[in-house]
């Protein structure tokens, strides 16, 4: 039998009419049949509903993606939706529910006629129909299963109108909002680029998609979107191919100044030409971690953006130039620093040497400043600056030079040199600059003061 209303209803109609041939007769103990006859049907009628309810068909739900005003939208909407879903399974389950029970007193002209509120005459209504079976445990059961699947149905829904709005950000994020943001992270540009691409592959799905009865079209935005996202992703390149130019460029310059040194360095010189290469060669090693990691990511970076058929300028510095620059790299510092390992007794016994040469200067050096630092309020501001910018040029050069032995002494695992003790004389010598630099136009005025006067009372001071 069809699973329709008018199917059933004639069923019922039919079986209505014999009831009321009997009533008619007069037949006796009607109300005893017709109670057990309601039964029996709605038995066949829970029967044909759990059976409905498994393989449940509803007229499509058809939804639109559209783009108008530069906004992208479901219509209907996604509230509509679920309300035209559950709409529709409530009408197929009133299928049942509405069907009438079989009365023996159709025809009762004495009978009475149930009035009173809304909510009266509706339980009323429902009292007098089949709706009762959506309460049995078969049917139940069967129609807890149908809500978690039109539940599934709705967030598959959601789902996929979400991956579609998505697309707005095309209209409504600015390119340099996204390259303010991102400046010249590698990392998150590589990583931007990639999700865009995967993003856009999405765009070749089906226009059409299908969750349960509700039908997801988006033939009317699919070009739109399509024609803006290729415009969005090659601006997207062409913003990243210009920081990662710069960056190999940059990378390349580094690498071959590096490169350069390294290969100039001898550990047969002086003393503090062989502790600045001591120096330079460890520093080298400690950023070759980080170096080999950049150099691999750039030439990532390249290769995806040849995979995305980037057209490069004429201009472009391939990544395979730094990658053969960082090789020689790698191989001069593997050689200079082979040739430190094996000279260490030698520069250990150098680097103490210095050591104590070192101690002895910083001594000196303090002498120095205690004896000429300008502390005397006689003292003219411009001479006291002078002073102290002379001094600052010594200061800053044995602070350079303790700190390049202290690297040196860490690099040859010799004990590690305390503070810098010249740290505390710049910190001095720093504060000092700003009082005199802060007298200096007071003392300008008065002298200025001073000449004035001078010049009116005729005396020389």
Same mark, same amino acid.
């Given at each position: ?50 059976? $409905? ?19 992208? !939208? @479901? *219509? ?14 409530? $009408? ?8 009438? =029970? ?20 509706? #339980? ?10 959506? !309460? ?33 950000? /095309?209209?409504?994020? @600015? ?11 590698? $990392? ?21 998609? *299908? ?12 070009? +739109?979107?399509?024609? +803006?996202?290729?415009?969005? !992703? ?26 350069? %040194?390294?290969?100039? %360095? ?29 150099? #691999? ?15 490069? @300028? ?16 790698? *191989? ?14 030698? =520069?250990? !016994? ?14 000196? /050096? ?39 032995? &202290?690297?040196? +002494?860490?690099?040859? &695992? ?24 802060? /007298? ?22």
């Amino acid at each position: 039998m069809p699973f329709t209303p008018g199917a059933l209803s004639d069923v019922l109609a039919n079986i209505q009419s014999h009831v009321d041939s009997l009533s008619l007769a007069s037949f006796v103990n009607l109300d005893i049949f017709t109670d057990s006859l309601n039964e029996t049907i709605a038995t066949h009628l829970s029967t044909l509903l759990t059976a $409905a309810l498994a393989d449940i068909s509803l007229s499509p739900i058809k939804v639109e993606i559209t783009l108008a005003n530069q906004i992208i !939208q @479901p *219509t209907p909407s996604l509230p509509e939706i679920k309300t035209l879903y559950f709409a529709a399974v409530n $009408a197929f389950l009133d299928t049942v529910a509405s069907l009438p =029970l079989v009365t023996p007193s159709r025809f009762d002209a004495f009978k009475e006629t149930a009035t009173g509120t809304d909510a009266s005459d509706s #339980a009323a209504h429902n009292a007098n129909t089949f709706s009762h079976i959506l !309460q049995s445990p078969e049917v139940a059961a069967t129609l807890t299963s149908t809500y978690e699947t039109i539940f599934d149905h709705l967030t598959s829904t959601q789902s996929h109108i979400a991956q579609w709005l998505q697309y707005q950000s /095309l209209w409504d994020v @600015p390119l340099d909002t996204i390259s303010a943001t991102l400046s010249t992270d590698i $990392a998150k540009w590589t990583q931007l680029l990639t999700e865009t691409s995967t993003a856009r592959a999405a765009l070749d799905s089906p226009a059409t998609t *299908t969750f349960g009865p509700v039908e997801i079209s988006t033939a009317k935005v699919i070009n +739109k979107i399509d024609l +803006k996202y290729d415009a969005w !992703q090659k601006s997207l390149q062409a913003l990243f191919a210009t920081i990662l130019a710069k960056v190999v460029t940059d990378t390349i310059e580094t690498l071959g100044s590096s490169k350069t %040194i390294l290969e100039s %360095i001898h550990l047969q010189g002086a003393t503090p030409d062989v502790i600045k290469a001591i120096t330079f060669i460890q520093a080298s090693r400690q950023k070759l971690k980080s170096l080999t990691l950049l150099v #691999a990511q750039l030439d990532s970076s390249e290769a995806m953006l040849k995979t995305q058929r980037f057209s490069f @300028p004429a201009t472009w510095t391939s990544t395979a130039l730094l990658t053969s620059l960082f090789a020689d790299f790698n *191989t001069i510092l593997s050689r200079r620093g082979k040739q430190m390992d094996d000279q260490i007794p030698a =520069l250990q !016994q150098r680097v103490r040497a210095e050591d104590k040469q070192t101690t002895k200067r910083v001594a000196d /050096l303090l002498a120095s400043w205690e004896s000429q630092k300008p502390l005397d309020g006689a003292t003219v501001p411009a001479a006291a600056l002078d002073t102290l910018a002379s001094f600052e040029i010594i200061l800053n050069a044995a602070m350079a030079s303790y700190a390049d032995l &202290s690297s040196a +002494k860490l690099a040859l &695992s010799l004990p590690p040199s305390p503070a810098n003790p010249l740290q505390p004389i710049h910190e001095e010598l720093t504060e000092l600059s700003e009082v005199w630099t802060t /007298l200096s136009p007071t003392h300008t005025q008065l002298e200025q003061i001073n000449e004035q006067v001078r010049s009116f009372i005729g005396v020389s001071w």
